[in-house]
């Protein structure tokens, strides 16, 4: 695999897979009378959009470690991703009660309306909640069967199945920690970027490519390597994040561009403006972030203050420098020169998007 | 393996592992700053009681295909089993909205509580609710850690991890139904024995036998002659469940004995009622079963018209009936006798149990 990948013809390769096995899971459960309600509403999700970065990532890792022999079980293992991440988006979405996600309802509100008629607004939404939760367990397990029918090798399985695991356990802390942050945003940047640490940055980055490098048998030393890479990027990939989730237009986002300040999330970017506010600008800030009813005009104020704190230029200068580190980590890296270039493409793509 | 299992030395074995593997993901979440919480608050969980049918039976499983070889290995793939059950109740508990478990707050009741301070209610009770669905998602992946970190020769792990996998898509569809059912229990038994089916009779005790039989080697045959015992335990032990659901005494049972019928399970109880109901017993019993409000003096004119319309006899002879059919089936299985002894003993304990 010497070529530079098409992403484009692997993003297809990846829904195929992800559409074929939904297909059939929903075929399977036709043939018990059980609901296909779970397969069809996921494939829906699944077919509604998303980067598929984790799996062109897994893809990546592979290909940066001189990975040799047929490459659809590694699509296969990269669909498994995939998998997975619609579990945390569909679980995500419930904790952070997200009414869209993609231009479209969330599940859970999705299924609360499908399955209003004859129930109260208080019974639906439980129901919405309870159908949503189970569809993201499926989806959870689903991930696995698609990674251990992905006809790998005994060796390659036993070397992606820990570091699943460990990218699984550590996005669950990832979230954990958001959650428990989220509605209390106080001046701790540290905690912000751990915050950002296991919940993206390891999570979306480092881990998919380590998978990647470990189905090509990579050595330990070379997933340190790719760690230098992916850890910055993915850092200034959330921070990037952040900043369209305060100032990103909607329309192109997907998401509605208020729920992160009326959550009260604990970004770098709240985090920085609390820390460097006048105790005036504090106050104010304490204030509208976090109230649910938070309005476009109270929205306005927010990211003047987020502007006049300097945060918003901090975290834009947070994001350039971690660029730049990314940058001459790959200049210097032992991955193979195809990788390399898609990476630094990717990354550039990641940080200076508007979606 | 040819002696009688010690079922209450096995249940400290498995206590042991699921408590020593819980400590170490506590000890390694404070070493990476990362809240302890989760592992603690599962780690109360287990402790808190639960019979441990799964895990005992799959090591009846494993003895009764005569299984050879060290045992711990089959220990710790138990181990795993009732870390997923541990999930499958957190999720429950969550969908359920019940208070207790185990005679103690629920999980998600449990962390709405410690996280009360400076929030408002509802927003601890979303917390609550948010934390206790991943700390459900951490066991889902844990109890995959367990089961390939158990020691497994390669041709256990294969034979394993597809059953494992058809077993949580099996209870996950069980809940679907369950949960779209309920609210609006009908005279629909055949329903209702779906319900039973996916989420008890397979779960509960098919799949467990199932896979310590699989990592004994056993045939298909094999396999065959245990369903047949199998589904009608399992789906009688359910049966015996939905009495004690609203028979039980909540003092020995440690659950609500009110949940079921104010939440309007579709239960086997619940549906040969309403077939059997006259036309003004049918209407009684459609405004009181799912009444959230339902209080003592409602509930008794409920369990007498479930016992003036025959439902409560015929329930108790379909437990009867299987537990005959499934005797029968024990005399002439080809299960190593020290293991159709104690499935027998077992399968008393679960009947005709009080709690």
Redesign the interface.
Known sequence: MDQPLDLAALRAQVDTVLRDFLTGKAAA?AV????Q??ARALADFLAAGGKRLRPLLCVLGWQAAAGRGPIAPIIQVGAALEMFHAFCLI?DD??D?SASRRGQPTIHRALAAR?AD??TQA?AQ??G???A??IG??A???S??LL?TADLT?AQLSAV??LV?IM??EV??G???D??ST??PTDDVERAL?IIR?KTAKYTIERPLHIGAALAGASDPFRAALSEFALPIGEAFQMRDDILGVYGNPAQTGKPCLDDLRDGKHTTLVALALRHATPDQRRTLSVLIGDPALGEIAASRIRRLLTDTGAQAAVEQLIQDRWEQAEQVLARAPFSPPAINVLRELAHTALARKK
Chains 1, 2 share one sequence.
């Open positions: 459960a018990q009378h059980l609901p309600e779970a679980h419930i904790m009660n399955h004859g129930r019974a439980r129901l909640t309870g159908t939760i189970l367990d499926l959870l397990t689903w696995g069967e251990y005994a199945l820990p695991d699984r356990t669950m802390y979230q954990y920690l959650l428990t509605g209390h751990a296991y």
